[in-house]
């Protein structure tokens, strides 16, 4: 059974850090790519970043300099370390794992972050 468990989210002021962790069971996870995703209350969910099975990173113009996405393949974990959070990086955010090869798309059940002071 494929599953994406995610943790770290919570409360934290402007300016402040989170890590969220994601770790996958069920899948190659080595073979995937694997992401972050968020969705704001009333909007679409949106690209984060994504980091492929070689290593490639690709973030959303609105987090660059200030996320960064890793994964330990032998933890089958993913992670985003999330520094200067902004009011605007409200919202959940979900664990995403998909491969072209096998045509599949697996997603976690979100973690919620809050940035308020």
């Known amino acids: 059974q494929v599953q994406l468990v995610e943790s770290g989210g919570g409360l934290v002021q402007p300016g402040g850090s989170l890590r969220l962790s994601c770790v996958a069971s069920g899948f190659i996870f080595s073979t995937h790519t694997v992401g972050w995703y968020r969705q704001a209350p009333g909007k679409q969910r949106e690209l984060v970043a994504t980091?492929?099975?070689?290593?490639?990173?690709n973030y959303a113009d609105s987090v660059k300099g200030r996320f960064t996405i890793s994964r330990d393949n032998a933890k089958r974990t993913e992670y985003l370390q999330m520094n200067s959070l902004k009011p605007e990086d409200t919202a959940v955010y979900y664990c995403?794992?998909?491969?072209?090869?096998?045509?599949?798309?697996?997603w976690g059940k979100g973690t919620l972050v809050t940035v308020s002071s």
């Open positions: 980091i492929t099975s070689g290593g490639s990173t």
């Open positions: 995403n794992a998909y491969s072209v090869r096998y045509g599949v798309d697996y």
